[in-house]
């Protein structure tokens, strides 16, 4: 008895673990176009990690980074949203977004202090790539103002948490730890690029 | 003596002159004024769009933002009477153009005169009006249902004004957490905007 429970207990685990949630109800109307749109920066592993660092190293940079970032960001990748709603592709998108990752985490684990005009151009370019991903979504949506406002919420909280993370520079082993997040999210980055190369095809 | 008298008999023609009570003013025609009120409150764009002209009337502080207690309610009345007469003025591009437009100023922390602000609200105000006042049924008290929307577009944009006038820094530190907070915000709303435009043209 004991022994075949023993047998079949990994067997459920793994098929539990396995499994996706079954939504019996789709969202409809606002409600579902907020929803996707919150968890479409937040369900994407590539982008989620890309906002947090662009967040963290913002804050590596202090001012004016700091706070110029916050501004401006949503409204540049705006540029980029726009570029997708109108169907206008860009040279290898998921390539680039997974190079976002590996760029800016290697950014934030060696402390790269470039000047803040530069810093922002290389922001700049991601932001228009990771924008143009959330706009290619925005017309098939549920309600896409209600989308519109969720993925720019949801993207402008994720940066609050990256520079969140960004204050434990104040104290040498928080800094520490984040140079640890940086290349956390570096190798990550690589994995997806690897993923966008078609490395594991 | 006759004062007592007098007494008995106005409390005596009080008890019988009201005819029975409603509890429910809905049915008493009254219905239209609570669907003038709420009706805004069903279409995403006039909340966010009423919120964010109330944010940038409070960043631009009190002295200049009372204006549109007044300023804000005459526009929905007036764009409810000009959608009446001439249809409905708006659409997705007039909307997302307001939203680009607030969101700007608010991101850039513009200090535009009251003049210009209040054009912005009235403008607003009058689009959104015509917006709401569309889809009437021919049966709806217009007066009623133009009062319930004049209280909900003074009571929504002075509240978010109030809010934001009390979030604003007392000191005129533009590094402070709070200005940047107010103008992030505008960059969101901006950034809402420019997409819903491209929208709006692709389809």
């Not at chain 1, 993925?151 to 928080?174: E, K, N, Q, S, Y």
């Not at chain 2, 933002?65 to 526009?75: A, D, Q, S, T």
């Not at chain 2, 569309?134 to 978010?160: E, K, M, N, Q, W």
Request: hydrophobic letters at 60%.
């Amino acid at each position: 008895m004991c022994s075949r429970i023993l047998r079949t207990l990994p067997t459920a685990i793994v098929a539990l673990a396995l499994t996706q949630p079954a939504f019996a109800h789709d969202q409809v109307g606002v409600a579902g176009g907020l929803l996707s749109g919150l968890l479409h920066p937040a369900t994407g592993i590539d982008h989620l990690i890309a906002m947090v660092a662009v967040g963290i190293w913002g804050a590596q940079l202090g001012a004016p980074a700091i706070w110029v970032l916050p501004i401006t960001f949503p409204l540049v990748m705006a540029v980029g949203g726009v570029l997708g709603v109108l169907r206008i592709p860009l040279p290898m998108p998921e390539v680039v977004i997974a190079m976002s990752a590996l760029i800016l985490g290697l950014a934030v684990a060696i402390r790269l202090r470039l000047p803040f005009p530069a810093a922002a151009a290389v922001v700049a370019v991601f932001a228009i790539f990771h924008g143009h991903a959330h706009g290619a979504e925005l017309p098939g949506s549920a309600n896409p103002l209600a989308y519109g406002v969720g993925f720019v919420t949801a993207t402008g909280l994720l940066h609050l948490c990256g520079i969140a993370i960004g204050t434990l520079t104040r104290w040498p082993a928080g800094e520490r730890v984040i140079q640890g997040l940086g290349a956390g999210i570096a190798g990550l980055g690589c994995y997806f690029l690897a993923q966008g190369l078609g490395a594991f095809a | 003596m006759t004062l007592k008298y007098a007494r008995g008999w106005i409390a005596a023609a009080l008890l019988l002159l009201p005819s029975a009570a409603d509890a429910h003013i809905i049915a008493a025609r009254l219905g239209d004024f609570y669907m003038g009120a709420l009706h805004p409150f069903t279409d995403l764009q006039d909340v966010i769009l009423w919120t964010a002209m109330g944010v940038l009337a409070g960043s631009l502080g009190a002295s200049k933002g009372r204006w549109l207690i007044l300023v804000f309610p005459l526009g929905l009345l007036a764009g409810l009477a000009v959608g009446r007469m001439f249809g409905p003025v708006t659409g997705g591009l007039a909307d997302a153009s307001m939203l680009l437009v607030i969101g700007v100023l608010l991101a850039a922390a513009a200090r535009i005169p009251t003049v210009l602000l209040c054009a912005i609200a009235f403008g607003l105000a009058a689009l959104r009006g015509a917006a709401n006042g569309s889809d009437l049924a021919p049966d709806t008290d217009r007066l009623l249902f133009a009062a319930g929307l004049a209280c909900a577009g003074y009571t929504v944009v002075t509240l978010t004004m109030a809010l934001t006038v009390m979030f604003r820094p007392t000191a005129a530190d533009p590094t402070s957490w709070q200005a940047i907070a107010v103008r992030a915000l505008g960059g969101w709303i901006a950034a809402i905007g420019l997409m819903m435009a491209s929208f709006a043209l692709a389809s």
